[in-house]
C-alpha cells in the first residue's frame, strides 16, 4: 500500500530521533525512535481493503481484537481463547487491562445517570442522518476513546484516541486521530482495524464506504525496527485485497469471525521485530 509506504519514507526523513520511556522486553533497555509529529493518510475504500502487502498482516488477530472492543470486553482472556496474545503484555495478573478501547466505546461511564453506548449513538446517528442529511447528528458521528477520568486506570492510555464518521452521498467514511503511532508494529493493524470497523459499520446500516482518513500526532519508528522498514520501502506492493462480509449480518453484536474473510491477499513474507512497552 503505497500511502503507508508514503509515511514510513517521510518518518524516516523528516524525524527527529528522541529518547522515549518504552523498554524492549527481552533486555528492559530503553529505546529511542525516530519521531515526527503530525502526518495525514488517505485511503479510499473502493480500491480495496488496505491490507498492508509488503510483509503479512495477520488479518485473524485484527478482527479479534475489533471483535473484542466492539463486545466492550476488557479481559484478553477472552482474546487467547482464539490464540491472539497481542494485548499480553498489558494485562494484569487477572487478565484485565482497564477501561480502554471496548468500555470507553460501550459503556462510557455518565455521572448523571447510564453509562453511555457510544457505539449505539454512532449507529441511531447514522440512520438519522440517511432519513435526513441536514441532521444535526451528521457532524455528530463520533467514538472517543480518550477519557480523562479513566487515563490512570488504563493499562495504555488509548493510542487510536478517536474516530468521527461522515457519510456523504451514500458513502461512509472514517476519520481516525491517533497520538501515537507505532508505524512499523503497529500502524498497519491500526489501519486495517478502522478500515473494517469503517466496512462494519456501512454494511449494517446499509451504506457504501468512502475514505478512511488516518491523522497521526506522534508517528514514530522505534529504532529496533529500522532494518525491517528499510526492507519494507525495497518491496514493491501487490494489488490490495478484497474483504467479505457475510450479507446475512444486520448487527454488529451479532457478528463473528466466520463472518468476515479477506480474499486474494497477497504479500511479501513476514517481518519480525520486537514490540517496546
Known amino acids: 500500500m503505497k500511502q503507508y509506504l508514503d509515511l514510513l519514507r517521510h518518518v524516516l526523513d523528516h524525524g527527529a530521533r528522541k529518547p522515549t520511556r518504552a523498554v524492549l522486553l527481552s533486555t528492559g533497555q530503553k ?19 488496505p491490507a498492508v502487502t509488503t510483509k503479512k498482516l495477520s488479518f485473524n488477530s485484527v478482527v479479534h481484537e475489533l471483535l ?35 468500555k470507553q466505546w460501550r459503556r462510557w461511564e455518565s ?16 440512520e438519522e442522518v440517511k432519513r435526513d442529511p441536514t441532521a444535526s447528528a451528521a457532524r455528530r458521528l463520533v467514538i472517543s476513546a480518550w477519557n480523562p477520568a479513566d487515563v490512570a486506570a488504563m493499562s495504555v492510555p488509548a493510542c487510536h484516541t478517536l474516530s468521527q464518521f461522515s457519510l456523504t452521498e451514500g458513502r461512509l467514511s472514517c ?19 478502522y478500515a473494517l470497523l469503517t466496512h462494519l ?25 529500522l532494518e525491517q522498514v528499510e526492507e519494507q520501502l525495497k518491496r514493491r ?14 448487527s454488529l453484536d451479532a457478528i463473528e469471525r466466520k463472518h468476515i474473510a479477506l480474499q486474494e491477499y497477497r504479500h511479501h513474507p513476514a517481518l519480525l521485530g520486537e514490540v517496546a512497552v
Open 31 to 49: 529505546i529511542d525512535a525516530i519521531s515526527v509529529f503530525g502526518y495525514q493518510m488517505r485511503v479510499d475504500l473502493n480500491e480495496g481493503f
Open 68 to 102: 473484542w472492543f466492539l463486545s466492550g470486553s476488557t479481559d484478553v482472556k477472552e482474546l487467547k481463547k482464539h490464540n491472539v496474545t497481542i494485548w499480553d503484555e498489558w494485562a494484569n495478573e487477572s487478565g484485565d487491562v482497564g477501561p480502554i478501547y471496548g
Open 111 to 126: 455521572p448523571n445517570g447510564p453509562p453511555i453506548d457510544q457505539l449505539a449513538y454512532l449507529l441511531n446517528g447514522i
Open 175 to 193: 476519520q481516525l486521530y491517533q497520538r501515537s503511532a507505532d508505524s512499523f508494529l503497529g500502524v498497519p493493524f491500526n489501519i486495517a482495524s
Open 201 to 225: 459499520i456501512a454494511h449494517v446500516c446499509g451504506v457504501g464506504v468512502g475514505d478512511f482518513i488516518h491523522t497521526f500526532g506522534d508517528v514514530h519508528i522505534y529504532t529496533n525496527h
Open 237 to 250: 506492493p501487490y494489488p490490495l485485497p478484497r474483504l467479505w462480509i457475510d450479507p446475512a449480518v444486520t
